[in-house]
């Protein structure tokens, strides 16, 4: 783990923490991974000055929300993995689950294990009763994984200056522990 980083959450393979400075390098890669420009868009991260204003940013949503983006890393390597947590997207009444993997990390239940590790931190330790989730409507690989987390499929969203976007619900008072 970085120095000067709050553990957050913690699995068997990995620790989910606010991202840092040192963060950087691999959240500029992120930004411009295809995939993520494809799904996500682009978020204004053209250089590493804009990547520790992202940072910066993830890190005032915590402030403000008590809950963000963490960073996800290998535990026995502290390699960065990419990131999972809670959004507040200010047009749902409850927070959004967002997460991203770096390409190595995809296709190994990184994803799974993050989002499962963020869903039981909203539930036991936040209080959350639902949450919500959208992707892109041509990620079938993230609308897998949500639905693998329980979540189901609710229609579309239609937002001005986005994709239309697949919408889902997790009930986590009804959900299995």
Known sequence: MLKGTSLILSTSRLRLRKPVAEDRNWIFALNHDPLWLRFIGNRGVH????????????LVHFENHGYGLFAVEDKLTGKPLGMCGLINR????????GFALLPQARGQGIGGEAGEAVISYARDTLGVTYLTAMTHADNTDSQKLLMKLGFKKRGNLFMSGVFAQHFFWLDLKTRQR
Do not use: C, M, V
């Not at 250089?47 to 993830?58: Q, V």
């Not at 200010?90 to 689950?97: E, Q, Y």
């Open 47 to 58: 250089t590493l000055k804009d990547a520790n204003r992202y940072i910066d940013n993830a």
């Open 90 to 97: 200010g047009i749902f009444s409850a927070p959004d689950l």
